[in-house]
Each structure stands twice: as C-alpha cells, then as structure tokens.
C-alpha cells in the first residue's frame, strides 16, 4: 500500500501517532474510573497507529451512516404500524354504534396492537443486535484494536467508548 506523501515522512508520522495517542489518553481519562480500568494504554496506543492512514475513520462513518438508515427505516416502519393501528380503530369506531360493542371490541383491539407493537420492537431488537454483530465483524476483520464479536455487554461498552473516541478525533484538527 503506498501511503500519502504525508504519511511518509517520518517525524510527521510520528507527531501525528504522539497527537492521537495523546488524545485518547485524555478521552480515556474523562471516563468514569471502572471505564478507565477496561480501556489500558496498550490499547489506546495500538488504537491510535490503526487510526494513521484515516482508512478506520473512513469505515466508522460509513458504518455509522449505514446504522442511521437502518434505525430511520425502523423507526418509520414503527410509525406506520401505529398509525394502521390507528386507523384500525377509527373505522371501529365509524362501525359499531352500541357504546357497549364498540368498548369491547375496541379494548380487544387495543390488546391486538400492543401485541403486534410489542412483537415488531422486539424485531427491531433483533435486527439491531445482527447489525452490532456486523459491525464488531467488520471492525474486527480491519483489524481494528479492541473489536471483536463478541455478547459480552462489558466488551460492548468498551467497543462504545472506542467508537466514540473516534468519532471524537474524526472532528478534530488531526496534524499532517
């Protein structure tokens, strides 16, 4: 792979690993302290040499937009099933003219549309679960350090924190 002129100088290779190790200590610093204890150095530091070419900036974005359209295509979905749900019940409505019938079966129906509501969060759930398995996946196959599949809620907080880092240093002035 043939590196950016930039990146092939060494001092400034080196200043810009200094500037990135640097910054993840401070981030790693501003965690609660049981948060600290998961992430060591060693870590951020090998965070920080993947982090060189920008390629792990690159795929985290995209990875991030991918994980918006999905979750904005959930969200939709959601919507348009309470709003069936609704209408459902307006027509009901429009039907039956004893309040009696109109309260059963309204209150039957109800019952059907948190079931469906319930059953169609819990797909979402799952399907949000796979993309995390995907992405960990993908991380890790980049080789990213701290990624891995992986179920463990601890390792999953700890991979959070990672991605927020950098998020955080994809915003900031990185030196050339």
Same mark, same amino acid.
Do not use: W
């Given at each position: ?20 190790? &640097?910054? @993840?200590?401070? %981030?790693? !610093?501003?965690?609660?302290?049981? $948060? ?5 150095? #060693?870590? =951020? ?41 609704? &209408?459902? @019940?307006?027509? %009901?409505? !429009?039907?039956?003219?004893?309040? $009696? ?5 309204? #209150?039957? =129906? ?67």
């Amino acid at each position: 792979m043939d590196l950016p002129e930039h990146l092939q100088d060494p001092l400034a290779l080196q200043r810009k690993l200094y500037f990135l190790t &640097e910054q @993840l200590q401070k %981030m790693a !610093r501003d965690l609660p302290i049981k $948060d600290q204890h998961r992430i060591p150095n #060693e870590l =951020l530091s090998d965070l920080a040499a993947a982090l060189i070419d920008n390629t792990v900036f690159k795929i985290v974005n995209t990875l991030m937009d991918i994980q918006h359209v999905l979750e904005k295509q959930l969200f939709n979905q959601r919507n348009g099933l309470i709003t069936n749900h609704q &209408e459902e @019940l307006a027509e %009901m409505e !429009r039907k039956h003219e004893d309040p $009696d019938v109109l309260y059963a079966n309204t #209150e039957t =129906l109800k019952l059907k549309h948190k079931m469906q509501l319930k059953e169609f969060d819990k797909g979402c759930i799952l399907t949000l679960d796979e993309k995390l398995y995907d992405q960990q996946k993908f991380l890790e196959k980049a080789g990213v350090p701290g990624f891995e599949v992986t179920d463990d809620p601890t390792k999953i907080q700890v991979q959070i924190r990672l991605l927020d880092f950098i998020l955080q240093l994809s915003q900031m002035e990185i030196p050339e």
